[in-house]
T-cell receptor, first 113, second 112 residues
Framework: AQSVTQPDIHITVSEGASLELRCNYSYGATPYLFWYVQSPGQGLQLLLKYFSGDTLVQGIKGFEAEFKRSQSSFNLRKPSVHWSDAAEYFCAADTGTASKLTFGTGTRLQVTL | DTAVSQTPKYLVTQMGNDKSIKCEQNLGHDTMYWYKQDSKKFLKIMFSYNNKELIINETVPNRFSPKSPDKAHLNLHINSLELGDSAVYFC???????????FGPGTRLTVL
């Protein structure tokens, strides 16, 4: 079955430190891949997406993600975290034809000052 | 200029009641969706509509009935509400299936 896995439920980093959130997918073919962020009490905002081409994609708010086919991964990174980055982060995948997103279980990011 | 809007933002009701949540998008998208986010933050698709036609129904109880009067609107009607229906419901839209989805702010439904 198609699935998206986020191994880390909760991550705490210090402000200014680097961040990497992990995401693995299990699909027959490479799906479209997305990272969304959800601030408390808010909807989901798209950070970045990968459809094809360059495996390092840039997103909003200084985030980037790297697609690695050999590892079935699409990890999210940020070189220097800001306190306002504290939120829930969701990785998601779509086959491109099924017209539905399959989400990971989310990673809650806490930022300490 | 909200892209995807939902009303109401909060909905508190008794078990057994019938309620509706409305969703509108002004992005000109063809495809709209309903997702349910449970208390553990897990997000799961419920329905997907393309140009007013139902294309995905993810084994949702038939107490849930989506209605799309036009491609800019996708409403969710829930009959005989149960405690387990308490969740946050998100509407989303995309230009077409497989493209990025834009989410509304969510409707927090609490069934007492």
């Amino acid at each position: 079955a198609q699935s998206v896995t986020q191994p880390d439920i909760h991550i705490t980093v210090s402000e200014g430190a680097s961040l990497e959130l992990r995401c693995n997918y299990s699909y027959g073919a490479t799906p479209y891949l997305f990272w969304y962020v959800q601030s408390p009490g808010q909807g989901l905002q798209l950070l970045l997406k990968y459809f094809s081409g360059d495996t390092l994609v840039q997103g909003i708010k200084g985030f980037e993600a790297e697609f690695k086919r050999s590892q079935s991964s699409f990890n999210l990174r940020k070189p220097s975290v800001h306190w306002s980055d504290a939120a829930e982060y969701f990785c998601a995948a779509d086959t491109g034809t099924a017209s539905k997103l399959t989400f990971g279980t989310g990673t809650r990011l806490q930022v300490t000052l | 200029d909200t892209a995807v809007s939902q009303t109401p933002k909060y909905l508190v009701t008794q078990m057994g009641n019938d309620k509706s949540i409305k969703c509108e998008q002004n992005l000109g998208h063809d495809t709209m969706y309903w997702y349910k986010q449970d208390s553990k933050k897990f997000l799961k698709i419920m329905f997907s509509y393309n140009n007013k036609e139902l294309i995905i129904n993810e084994t949702v109880p038939n107490r849930f009935s989506p209605k799309s009067p036009d491609k800019a609107h996708l409403n969710l009607h829930i009959n005989s509400l149960e405690l387990g229906d308490s969740a946050v419901y998100f509407c989303a839209s995309s230009l077409r299936g497989g493209s990025e989805q834009f989410f509304g702010p969510g409707t927090r439904l609490t069934v007492l």
